[in-house]
């Protein structure tokens, strides 16, 4: 399978889980854009809990844009998805799967997923939105007007001001080591959403 096709199965499937697993919470479609911010949102975020892997998103590669991360793959993954009757998309831009899709693939990719659509589902997408408008990384790009890709490696300045954070939020556990990896990523990321975003509103 050549690497453009790869990619595009890749990110064909990771759109139809995303869509699937919002519909666990309750939500019955997506934009374009909020996929966009999610994937992005997924990306940064996987660079930070796991420093030392290889980044299950690396295939996205996104810049800035007026409405947040762009990334050109996701474009032509809807276009391909609505082409083949697999998805469809209103008149406002909501994107819903036609039938019932069974989520498939790496199961520690559609658990990172499912712990990112969790932590949609307890904020809301306006959070994804702040997050990714105040994330210095995005900023920087929006700041100096580049059009370059956006860093999401573990040197980011994202995952560095995350960082600062890391040792303040573990303090405030009795013990890391007695809980799960999925509680520990959950209580972060709530740590990491009251003091950064709710502190921008």
């Not at 990719?109 to 995005?138: A, M, Q, S």
Request: aromatic share 12%.
């Amino acid at each position: 399978m050549k690497s453009n096709t790869k990619d595009l199965f890749h990110a064909n499937s990771d759109i139809l889980n995303l869509l699937s697993l919002v519909n666990e919470i309750g939500w019955k479609t997506l934009r374009e854009q909020s996929i966009q911010r999610i994937i992005y949102f997924s990306k940064v975020m996987y660079s930070f809990i796991y420093i030392k892997e290889k980044n299950l998103f690396e295939n996205y590669h996104f810049s800035k844009s007026v409405s947040g991360p762009y990334a050109d793959l996701i474009k032509r993954s809807v276009i391909n998805l609505k082409s083949t009757e697999i998805v469809n998309e209103d008149e406002e831009g909501n994107i819903k799967l036609i039938e019932t899709h069974q989520i498939n693939g790496e199961e520690k990719h559609i658990e990172w997923l499912r712990v990112i659509i969790y932590i949609l589902g307890l904020y809301g997408e306006n959070k994804i939105f702040n997050f990714t408008i105040h994330d210095p990384l995005y900023k920087e790009a929006l700041d100096s007007n580049t059009q370059q890709e956006l860093d999401a490696s573990p040197e980011n300045k994202t995952i560095q001001v995350l960082n600062q954070f890391k040792t303040a939020f573990e303090e405030t556990l009795d013990d890391v080591s007695n809980i799960s990896n999925q509680e520990y990523l959950e209580l972060y990321f709530e740590y990491v959403f009251s003091q950064i975003i709710n502190r921008g509103e």
